[in-house]
Nanobody, 127 residues
């Protein structure tokens, strides 16, 4: 059915950049918000960024503002996360997420607003 597949993770030096991709299939999410979350070892999953269907509204966790940029290409059914100025504390498994309904405005950061999740891609930032 619906599938979300993340890619682009890897090992990078602090201060470097990575671009994550989330390819979706099984349905069209062009009219829905999409999100990125991450989970570090031994910690809970946390919100990273979200984007509305139009691409004109984006939301970021305070910890990544100014460094990460979320974008989407609806024609390719793909969502991206450009990560710049990476820090060791950014090390985590990064997941993309999609809803099964329109996400209420102001609640884009909530995990329970999303239904479909990818398997994650590992991002490791070394010192």
């Amino acid at each position: 059915q619906v599938q979300l597949v993340e890619s682009g993770g890897g090992l990078v030096q602090a201060g470097g950049s990575l671009r994550l991709s989330c390819a979706t299939s099984g349905r069209t999410f062009s009219n829905y918000a999409m999100g990125w979350f991450r989970q570090a070892p031994g910690k809970e999953r946390e919100f990273v960024a979200a984007i509305r269907w139009s691409g004109g509204n984006t939301y970021y966790a305070d910890s990544v503002k100014g460094r990460f940029t979320i974008s989407r290409d609806n024609a390719k059914n793909t969502v991206y996360l450009q990560m710049n100025s990476l820090k060791p504390e950014d090390t985590a498994v990064y997941y993309c997420a999609a809803p099964d309904r329109h996400i209420r405005y102001g609640l884009e950061y909530r995990e329970d607003e999303y239904h479909y999740w990818g398997q994650g891609t590992q991002v490791t930032v070394s010192s």
